[in-house]
């Protein structure tokens, strides 16, 4: 029994592949045929105009007449099919092209909410690097505002970014110290242990700070010159030890993290005098801060209520100190009075 039906199903199969090569065939052919059959009534028709007894041996044959023209309606109802099955085709494969990318455009998103940080989540400095460089490079108009020490960690990375940017509108506000004025934090640490002023320190951060500065400046101009975008810089300072950095991306997401390392060297500016190398550690040694691989925590807009309302406290805390901060000065000079002189 089981060898009946399988010979069974070999001729059923040997069957439907002859019908399927057939066919095959035929579709192939079909187009060769109807082009050979129509070239002959042609060729037929101008001999039978120009010869007697052709045409007069065609004159009575209705029926080849009706036959010829019944091969020519099948040959327009079959090119008239043949279009229509391209116009249904090309519709399935734009709808499912619309589906694919639909797909893709979700499976995007979601990969985006989990990839990207996400509020009171501790990201690294050179994950804020990769922000900073997907939205200047994304959006039209960005506004970047930095509190931090020098801004050497901000305009490292900002500079290379707008390197190769196109056509963009790029607004970076910078506020540090004022090195200008005498300060504990960062300083020294005297022979008594004790912290104090550091001028040449000062002087350096000073020189650091300005040099920042003309590289964002300089980047912004050669954007402007090669018609790239435009800008704006600018650097604003305050009588204050650095402890905080906040990294503000427009109104809707700040990165802060504070300085937690200190650090106690050897300070160049006092090389003749007892220094840290000593057996009992004493000396005049240099206190600095390091804060160039602290952890950050993101905040924005879209992270929920307290999300919303850190990212809202520490904007006021900026704009608060930015709106009293000076201009930034190159040198070092005499305190400032309270009616600004």
């Not at 604003?236 to 700040?254: A, G």
Request: charged share 25%.
């Amino acid at each position: 029994m089981q060898i009946g039906v399988w010979q069974g199903e070999l001729v059923s199969d040997t069957r439907s592949s002859w019908i399927s090569r057939l066919a095959v065939g035929w579709g192939r052919a079909e187009s060769t045929v109807t082009k050979v059959l129509l070239f002959s009534v042609f060729v037929l028709g101008l001999v039978a105009q120009f010869v007697k007894p052709v045409g007069d041996a065609l004159q009575d044959k209705v029926y080849l007449g009706g036959a010829l023209l019944t091969v020519v309606g099948y040959v327009l109802y079959a090119e008239v099919q043949r279009l229509n099955a391209g116009h249904s085709a090309q519709r399935a494969a734009e709808e499912n092209l619309q589906t694919v990318t639909r797909r893709l455009d979700e499976e995007v998103r979601r990969l985006n909410r989990v990839l990207a940080p996400r509020a009171g989540e501790v990201v690294t400095p050179s994950e804020l690097e990769e922000q900073f460089k997907t939205v200047l490079e994304t959006r039209g108009d960005v506004r970047l505002k930095v509190l931090g020490f020098t801004g050497e960690t901000f305009t490292d990375p900002l500079v290379r970014i707008l390197q190769g940017l196109t056509t963009r509108t790029v607004e970076l506000r910078v506020l540090v110290p004022d090195f200008t004025k005498e300060i504990e934090v960062p300083g020294l640490v005297g022979m008594d242990g004790k912290a104090c002023d550091a001028p040449h320190f000062r002087q350096d951060l000073v020189d650091q700070i300005v040099r920042y500065e003309g590289r964002l400046k300089d980047q912004i101009e050669r954007m402007e010159y090669d018609g790239r975008g435009t800008g704006s810089v600018e650097f604003r300072v305050l009588h204050m030890s650095p402890s905080l950095k906040l990294y503000f991306i427009d109104n809707d997401v700040v990165y802060e993290g504070i300085y937690d390392k200190i650090v106690l060297r050897r300070d160049p500016g006092h090389a003749g005098l007892p220094s840290q190398s000593q057996p009992n550690g004493s000396g005049v040694r240099l206190l600095d801060l390091l804060g160039y691989d602290s952890l950050l925590t993101r905040w924005s807009s879209d992270g929920g209520e307290q999300a919303q309302k850190m990212l809202l406290r520490r904007r006021e805390l900026f704009e608060t100190l930015w709106s009293a901060a000076h201009g930034l000065s190159t040198g070092l000079g005499a305190p400032l009075q309270p009616d600004g002189s």
